[in-house]
C-alpha cells in the first residue's frame, strides 16, 4: 500500500532541514522498497508571502487528506509585525488544530555520542530517556475569549483563556498512559493545581483516567517543581503529561538535557494516528541560508512518523540508525561540536545519514 505524505519546509531554516530528510526519505524508497506518495505546500511565512495568509486552504485539505505530515519550521522577523491572525505561528497552530492533533509526543533522549553536548552534568543526564505529552489543541492557546484591545478607560488590556473540558484531558491522559504502559510504567502528571481551576480538574480526571491503566504507577506534580526537577534529577521521569502551554515551556526545557534543541523530533497524533511531525526547534533565523543548521531533529522526525503513522517500523528504526551512525563517525554540526569531533554543515550531515543507510541496505 502507498502512503501519502505531505512535506510543509515553512521558514527560516526549514527548507535546508526539511532538504536532509528528503534526501534520507529518497534513499529509504530507493534502497528499502517504502512506498509513498509525496506532496509539497505552503505554510508559515513563505504562505503568507504567496497567498496572502499563512494556512492556505488547499494547504490544509491537503494534510487533512495525508497519512501525515512533516513539517519544518515556521517564522521569522520580517513576519512578526504582520496583524496577529496573518502571523506564520498561526499558521502552524491552525494545522494542529485542523487536522485534530491533540497528543504531542516529544522524546527526550540523550545519544551516549553526545552525553558531553548536554548542559548538565553527564551522570545526570547519560541514560536519559523521557517522554513528554503534551497536550496541544486546547487550552490557553486556543481558549476563548482572546483579545488584544483598549478598555473603556483608554487603557490597553489583554486576554487569553484557560479553558479545559473532561473530555480534552481524558483522551491525552489516556495516550499518556498508554505510552507509559508501553515503556516504563510511571507517568507524572504536571499542573498547577495548587492555584488552578483548570488543573484541579485535570487532576481529578487523570485520577480517574488511572483506573484503566493499573499497571502504570501515577503521580502528580506541580509545573514549577517539575521545573526543576527535570533539571534537577531528570532520570526521575518515564513519561510527562501535561497542559498545552506547561507542554510548551518544560518540553524546551528538557531538550538541553539532551545537548541540543536541534537533535530532538516531535509527533502529534489524532485519534487514527494520523500525524504532524515536526522538529521542536524553531526557524532559526539568526542561521538561515548559511546551511549550518542541525538537520537530525527533522531526520528523526520522519522516522517517527514512519513509525507512528505509516506503520513503518523496520524503516524507522534504519533511519535512527543511520542518525546514530553519522554521529559515531564524529560528524557533529555546529550546535552539538565538541573539541575532538568534526564541524559539519546541514548538507554534509544529511549525506552522512544517506551514506548510513545506502551502507545499511548493502549489508
Ligand atoms: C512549539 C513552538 C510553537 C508552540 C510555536 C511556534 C507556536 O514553540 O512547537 O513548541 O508554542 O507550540
Ligand atoms: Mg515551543
Redesign the pocket.
Known amino acids: 500500500m502507498s502512503h501519502k505524505i505531505l512535506i510543509l519546509s515553512g521558514d527560516g531554516i526549514g527548507p535546508e532541514i526539511m532538504a536532509e530528510a528528503e534526501k534520507a526519505l529518497s534513499m529509504l524508497i530507493q534502497e528499502f522498497g517504502l512506498r509513498v506518495e509525496i506532496e509539497h505546500g505552503l505554510v508559515g511565512g513563505a504562505a503568507l508571502d504567496a497567498t496572502g495568509g499563512p494556512l492556505p486552504e488547499t494547504t490544509l485539505a491537503l494534510a487533512r487528506s495525508a497519512d501525515a505530515v512533516l513539517f519544518g519550521a ?2 521569522g522577523p520580517q513576519w512578526d509585525t504582520a496583524p496577529r491572525e496573518l502571523r506564520p ?1 498561526r499558521g ?2 491552525g494545522l494542529r488544530s485542523g487536522m485534530g492533533v491533540f497528543a504531542n509526543l516529544r522524546p527526550v533522549q540523550i545519544f551516549p555520542e553526545l552525553v558531553s553536548a548536554s548542559a548538565l552534568k553527564p551522570e545526570v543526564v547519560s541514560g536519559l530517556d523521557i517522554l513528554i505529552v503534551r497536550e496541544l489543541t486546547g487550552g490557553i492557546y486556543f481558549g476563548q475569549p482572546r483579545e488584544l484591545t483598549r478598555g473603556a478607560d483608554g487603557r490597553r488590556f489583554g486576554v487569553n483563556t484557560l479553558r479545559y473540558n473532561e473530555d480534552e484531558i481524558r483522551r491525552i491522559a489516556r495516550v499518556a498512559f498508554a505510552a507509559a504502559r508501553g515503556r516504563g510504567r510511571r507517568l507524572c502528571s504536571v499542573d498547577k493545581a495548587n492555584v488552578l481551576e483548570t488543573s484541579e480538574l485535570w487532576r481529578q480526571v487523570v485520577v480517574e483516567t488511572a483506573a484503566e491503566f493499573p499497571e502504570v504507577q501515577l503521580e502528580h506534580m506541580y509545573v514549577d517543581n517539575a521545573a526543576m526537577q527535570l533539571v534537577r534529577s531528570p532520570k526521575q521521569f518515564d513519561v510527562m503529561v501535561t497542559d498545552n502551554m506547561f507542554g ?1 515551556i518544560l ?2 526545557l528538557a531538550s538541553m538535557l539532551s545537548g541540543s534543541i536541534g537533535m530532538l523530533p516531535s509527533a502529534s497524533l489524532d485519534e487514527r494516528r494520523r500525524g504532524l511531525y ?1 522538529p ?1 526547534h ?1 526557524s532559526a533565523p539568526d542561521i538561515a541560508g548559511r546551511g549550518v543548521a542541525n538537520p537530525l531533529a527533522t531526520v528523526l522526525s520522519l522516522a517517527l512518523l514512519l513509525r507512528h503513522s505509516l506503520g513503518e517500523q523496520v524503516c524507522a528504526v534504519f533511519l535512527e540508525q543511520a542518525v546514530r551512525a553519522a554521529l559515531q563517525q564524529g560528524l557533529r554540526t555546529a550546535d552539538i561540536h565538541s573539541p575532538g569531533t568534526t564541524c559539519v554543515g546541514t548538507g554534509a550531515m544529511g549525506d552522512a545519514v544517506v551514506a548510513a543507510l545506502r551502507r545499511a541496505a548493502a549489508a
Do not use: R
Request: hydrophobic fraction near 35%; glycine fraction near 18%; avoid cysteine.
Open positions: 515556521i517564522g505561528e502552524l497552530l510548551d518540553s524546551d515536526e521542536i524553531g
